[in-house]
């Protein structure tokens, strides 16, 4: 009998960050029937249950048998271990799909590892949070985030075309690439951005004074910087298992790195505004992304003297007249509340209202365009 | 007679982003008797005067023989060019600085090139803003940040505590250091990130399938190369003006940058954590700064379904009970207004008490310990 749903038992094995999120995102949809969250922790297992993640929890694998979709939420290493361990209880024609940063490797593993039958299709959502395991689920994590999937020619078009169908449930964007493409991909894009984050920090406390001169450090070495407090456990392990890509992808920095240390120690004027010019355009082009694809938005800067519940005041002076407020950041913060604050909103129309109205209560507004 | 302003009459000569923000910040003190604007563009001196950054404006640099203080908003390089075009027109006694990111070239052009019985002082605010101009001007923009003043040892103590006092009251931390020691300070701060961030995108569009890997660029790649979509002119002057300290810190970075390539090259797991964590300890230890020295904020996610006016909402379940937001971030926006919303507070006990009242109002709500 053909079930009503897409997927009848999901197992999320690993109900972390990413896990839970999973568990959150399709709990909320009629896709799955049940979910069930598989560890070797209780605690973190009842926690995950707390949350909503899942429905029913164990510690035993036999549970996976007749699971039609397992979802290993485990980082790279622990998931590579994982596949003997779940392997033997697995339901023939079941998808297997991890969500691990790097794709070569898992796929070898599972295609030795896994028995006949079973359809592994490797992901990566592009998604993430500062927060650590389930703690930081958020039904939204996927919202508008590309999601990788690495299928090969043998996969199976029916269980990819599944598998797709419930990650954009999530409102994830998915992409197709194959694992070597896609592990090139994040060595550029995400394991270099590390490494140099982590550089940077390392190379500043290697001057003299580097306590006093740490003191100088504002809002670029901040950002530049941010990554670098990730844990370090989950990085080693992703810098191991990505190794050749990376040092490729440093290479390619490197050449670069040099071409303007020369251009500098020429005093090239030409050269360096080229470079320099060339990674704005190319920087200011790209899709803003981290929150998803923002339309452009249409700002107001207010300055506010200091004073408690200045953010309730504002947003009820818009919220009365009818107008979200679609972001809104507070860009200094003063001893107490108030400072400068940022809110934007997604049309022309509603910015002007919103600047006329906060104009007659007395409020300071400059308008502009940013974007998401 | 002693006049019982601190400065009789300012000059701001370019009133930019930084200069206007100088003059909104004197403006709103007992200190300065009278702000003026000068530069050559009448246009831009009147959009200062319409931001009240400036009581009055001029074209005339005339107007600087009755200054006690002249401050020189504008980049180093147009700074160099001015220093001979004012100097005849200087007060004895009066007061020069500046705002440059670079201070040993100036310092020394201000020897050579201003009359005896002027005090030149250069000084650098570690604070800005990504607009630019004028419209990005803001009062509070100096509250919390440091700002670096390069006196030397013929520096009159008289003059440095005048403008030492002046600046203390716009809320900045005033940090003394020698031209030297404050151009390599930001070149390993400052322009050594931005080049690391320009050079990340450069290299980013270096690989084949550039324009498919860039959608995969997330939060770690977004943060990490911000900077590079700053003003390439402005951003050449600097490498050009402090290019040999700027030389000394890419040799630093370069000899971290080889060590980890090497660790990651063998293989060298326990060497590779060493690096990340050393990295990350260091990063967790630094003040957290370009909003300025917040203490420690106790927060609160909030996961909201999509719906109109919700951030008004929340600050008003806040504001009716007298508790203060100290920041509010939309960490994940989705079409509409909503998402999920970090709020955070100056206390445990705000942070407790709001958590109360939105749990009590069926707002899903998480708390945590951030910093700002």
Redesign the interface.
Same mark, same amino acid.
């Given at each position: 009998m053909q079930s009503r749903y897409l997927f009848d038992k999901v197992a999320i094995v690993g109900v972390g960050l990413i896990g839970g999120s999973i568990g959150l995102a399709a709990n909320d949809k009629s896709l799955v029937r049940e979910i069930i969250g598989i560890g070797r922790n209780l605690r973190t297992l009842e926690i995950a249950m707390e949350y909503k993640a899942v429905q029913r929890i164990s510690t035993d694998y036999r549970e996976l048998s007749d699971c039609d979709l397992v979802v290993l939420g485990t980082p790279v290493n622990t998931t590579i271990e994982l596949l003997p361990t779940i392997a033997p209880f697995l339901k023939k024609g079941a998808i297997v799909t991890d969500v691990g940063s790097t794709k070569v490797k898992i796929t070898q593993e599972a295609r030795d590892i896994l028995p006949e039958g079973i359809v592994f299709i490797g992901g990566h959502p592009?998604?993430?949070?500062e927060?650590k395991g389930i703690?930081g689920a958020?039904?939204?994590?996927f &919202?508008?985030?590309?999601y990788?999937l690495t299928p090969d020619r043998n996969t199976p078009k029916d269980s990819l075309d599944r598998l797709k169908t419930l990650i954009e449930s999530f409102?994830a964007k998915t992409?197709l690439?194959d694992p070597q &493409?896609h592990d090139?991909?994040?060595a550029?894009?995400?394991h270099?951005?590390?490494?140099?984050?982590?550089?940077?920090?390392?190379?500043?406390?290697?001057?003299e004074?580097s306590q $006093?001169?740490?003191?100088?450090?504002?809002?670029?070495? *901040?950002? #530049? #910087? *941010?990554?670098?407090?990730?844990?370090?456990?989950m990085?080693?392990d992703i810098?191991?298992t990505n190794?050749e890509f990376?040092?490729h992808?440093?290479d390619?920095?490197?050449? *670069?790195?040099n071409e303007?240390?020369e251009a500098? $120690?020429d $005093?090239d &004027?030409k050269h360096?505004?080229q470079?320099?010019?060339?990674? $704005?355009k190319?920087?200011?082009g790209?899709?803003?992304?981290?929150?998803?694809y923002?339309p452009q938005l249409w700002e107001i800067v207010v #300055?506010v003297p200091d004073r408690?519940?200045i953010?309730?005041?504002i947003?009820?002076i818009?919220?009365n007249e009818?107008i979200?407020?679609?972001?809104? &950041?507070?860009?200094?913060?003063?001893e107490?509340?108030g400072? #400068?604050i940022r809110l934007a909103f997604s049309n022309e129309e509603n910015q002007k209202r919103a600047a006329q109205h906060l104009t007659a209560a007395n409020i300071t507004t400059?308008t502009?365009i940013g974007s998401?």
């Open positions: 592009m998604a993430g949070s927060k703690s958020d039904q939204y994590l &919202e508008n985030a590309f990788v409102g992409i690439m &493409e090139l991909s994040v550029a894009v995400s270099l951005p590390h490494i140099i984050a982590s550089t940077l920090v390392n190379s500043l406390f290697d001057f004074n $006093k001169i740490a003191l100088l450090a504002a809002g670029g070495f *901040r950002d #530049t #910087t *941010r990554i670098a407090a990730s844990n370090p456990d990085w080693r810098l191991m190794g990376i040092l992808a440093v390619v920095f490197r050449e *670069r790195l303007i240390y500098i $120690k $005093k &004027e360096i505004y470079l320099l010019d060339r990674a $704005k190319l920087k200011t790209m899709p803003a992304n981290a929150k998803g923002l #300055t408690p519940g953010i309730g005041y947003s009820n818009l919220g009818g979200n407020i679609d972001d809104i &950041e507070i860009l200094r913060v003063r107490g509340e400072g #400068t400059r502009g998401g």
